[in-house]
């Protein structure tokens, strides 16, 4: 068998190494989507925490004073909010009898805001843009393929 005849056979070197650049790419693409996701559901996740961590604390505020208002120097949880992550803590609606919490998203969780009220109510209000999804939900949203 002469040479010309030996190297037609199979592929060459270099069209191996570029079958495998693609094929290495491709795994890449996917799993960096997979990660990005990963990551967005962590930040997510943390910001409704922060949120049924400060109801639990408006609940307690109430118990101890009847009241979610801020009484005799006491200062009312939702005095005192502020960022949990990438999600900024607010309290948009303070009564005596009740409230609504709200958690809304900056950086890599902009567009996303979740509230939650003195009924025990979870809302997902918005979601990022991308996620084609129509909002209100009526629980907190925390991966795009989630549903109530």
Request: proline share 3%; with cysteine.
């Amino acid at each position: 068998m002469n040479r010309t005849a030996a190297r037609s056979r199979g592929l060459t070197s270099v069209k191996n190494v570029a079958l495998a650049a693609t094929v290495v790419a491709a795994f890449a693409a996917a799993e960096w989507s997979v990660y990005r996701a990963h990551v967005l559901h962590g930040h997510l996740a943390a910001g409704t925490q922060a949120l049924a961590e400060l109801r639990t604390r408006m609940e307690q505020y109430r118990a101890d004073h009847h009241t979610y208002l801020t009484v005799d120097g006491t200062v009312s949880p939702c005095d005192t909010t502020g960022a949990a992550g990438t999600f900024t803590l607010a309290c948009p609606t303070l009564s005596p009898a009740s409230y609504q919490l709200a958690a809304t998203g900056s950086g890599p969780t902009a567009g996303f805001v979740y509230t939650t009220d003195s009924q025990g109510n979870r809302n997902t209000i918005r979601v990022a843009d991308g996620w084609g999804r129509a909002t209100p939900y009526a629980c907190w949203i925390t991966r795009e393929d989630d549903a109530c």
